[in-house]
């Protein structure tokens, strides 16, 4: 028989997960010999000599950038550890599933340069958490409850009018086995709250504990059979043997429950932990879906580099040598006792400046290739551009305006339509830009300020920018197109 890691032998005979398939209160009739093969099936995906580390997205939106800081960190420890990294996508919330969004999630993994073993699916284990659910029905560590919704709401208003925090009341873990029978109604399974506290040592919080009260009898399966976060969740580690669990500090409450799920159904082996702080908005407040930057699909469509949003988010509350660093260096430095206990403020200037520190190290061959960009004069201009820029966006966005019809307010109109005269009419166009304008201030009339600024927009498209007779060598050859563009 193979060995599974982390399980002792349970409470019927030699069956190494005291599994039975005796199962008085479900519908599931698996037997314990094939559900032991499937199990160990499972296992034998992953008994390759090494341990993992998991990053579990939900399929219900944009990627958080906070999703992402823990998919990096997953990724950054995996490699340092020698450990494999898995992706679990899931999805057994039916209701909030978006669909695309779990191929929206492994792409964006894949442009920010994270790779891992394989991708699972939480619905396709949910014969397993069924199986578990029943066993610990079985051992009378779990119960059914009957309870309505409107019963239970009533009892959490009622505690919250007399000041104190809901706790379910035990009502349907006092039932009888017979009384339990004769119900017709459908039940969620409830696991018996725990006797004892439960501790557990954080890399960046601490040592952690929580009173038998805090994690309360909680539900592990839901009416429809379907089970809860918590206990799928407690169940897939284990399936996937993970050895460390990084994820952000909104899921501390949930880790006492699903070592309380663990302990009872028999896996001692020890996991380790640790919360990641919150990332605040410039409010001082959660960043959350109303925060365009909150998204990483925004910030990508803004412009910034997966390589600067990736120094960015490993720098958030984070001790490092240097500012401006690649994912490749991380490995030799990072750790997560540097790692801050406080919430940590998005600074979207600071990401800027990253950002345009990781433009300059950017061949602009790259950046012609992301814009359909060809040619030596429009190479020169994006580099031109890029000095003066912080996202890819504000450059696209700079250069489109020079290869494009020209929007001149009323100010500078009688000037830039003088300008594309005189041009117009010009037989040869002087190489040198100081040539130019003397040649169009003398057949115009234009100096100073009146002229500048016209010619500027004529070139440009803007009133500021780089200086015209740094870029007016590259856009000579396209001087027809401008003319024809006022």
Not at 48 to 53: A, S, Y
Not at 61 to 77: E, K, P, Q, S
Not at 139 to 156: D, G, I, V
Not at 382 to 389: A, F, G, T, V
Request: aromatic residues 10%.
């Amino acid at each position: 028989m193979v060995r599974i890691p982390g399980f002792h032998p349970g409470y019927r005979g030699s069956n190494p997960l005291g599994v039975t398939n005796c199962n008085k209160y479900t519908k599931h009739n698996k037997t314990v010999q094939t559900f032991q093969i499937e199990f160990q099936k499972q296992k034998l995906k992953h008994l390759t000599g090494f341990l993992m580390l998991r990053f579990a997205p939900s399929p219900t939106g944009d990627m958080h950038i906070g999703n992402l800081r823990v998919a990096l960190f997953n990724y950054i420890v995996s490699k340092q550890r020698g450990e494999e990294l898995t992706i679990r996508i899931e999805d057994t919330d039916k209701n909030r599933n978006i669909e695309g969004k779990d191929i929206e999630i492994l792409q964006i993994l894949k442009k920010f340069g994270i790779d891992y073993l394989n991708v699972t699916y939480q619905s396709g284990n949910i014969r397993f958490h069924q199986q578990f659910a029943s066993q610990l029905l079985q051992q009378n560590k779990a119960f059914n409850c009957f309870c309505k919704s409107e019963e239970l709401e009533a009892k959490r208003e009622q505690a919250k009018k007399d000041g104190i925090a809901y706790r379910y009341d035990g009502t349907c873990q006092k039932l009888t086995d017979m009384e339990v029978l004769n119900r017709e109604d459908s039940s969620t399974i409830r696991l018996v709250r725990p006797e004892n506290a439960i501790g557990f040592k954080d890399h960046i919080k601490g040592d952690m504990e929580f009173q038998p009260n805090e994690i309360d009898s909680f539900i592990i399966l839901r009416k429809d059979k379907y089970p809860t976060y918590n206990f799928a969740c407690a169940v897939d580690d284990m399936l996937s043997d993970i050895s460390l669990i990084i994820r952000g500090e909104d899921h501390l409450s949930n880790t006492p429950k699903q070592i309380a799920i663990q302990k009872a159904v028999g896996y001692d082996k020890s996991v380790e932990y640790a919360h990641l702080p919150i990332i605040l908005n410039i409010s001082g407040k959660k960043m959350s879906k109303r925060d365009d930057a909150s998204s990483v699909q925004w910030l990508l469509d803004e412009g910034f580099l997966p390589e600067a949003i990736t120094n960015y988010l490993i720098s958030l509350g984070n001790k490092t040598p240097k500012e401006i660093f690649k994912l490749d260096e991380v490995f030799e430095w990072f750790s997560l006792s540097n790692l801050s206990k406080s919430p940590a403020k998005f600074d979207i200037d600071k990401l800027r400046f990253i950002n345009r520190e990781h433009l300059l190290e950017l061949p602009i061959e790259d950046i012609a290739k992301e814009f359909g960009y060809r040619g030596d004069e429009m190479m020169e201009i994006l580099k031109i551009y890029r000095e003066e820029s912080h996202t890819l966006k504000e450059i696209k966005e700079k250069v489109d305006k020079i290869f494009s019809k020209k929007e001149v307010s009323e100010e500078w109109s009688e000037g830039v339509a003088k300008i594309r005269d005189v041009i117009s009419n010009m037989s040869e166009l002087p190489d040198d830009f100081n040539d130019l304008r003397k040649a169009i201030q003398k057949e115009s009339g234009l100096k100073g300020k009146n002229l500048f600024k016209p010619l500027r927009i004529f070139l440009t498209g803007a009133e500021n920018g780089p200086e015209l007779g740094e870029i007016y060598p590259y856009l000579k050859r396209y001087m027809e197109d401008l003319v024809r563009w006022i």
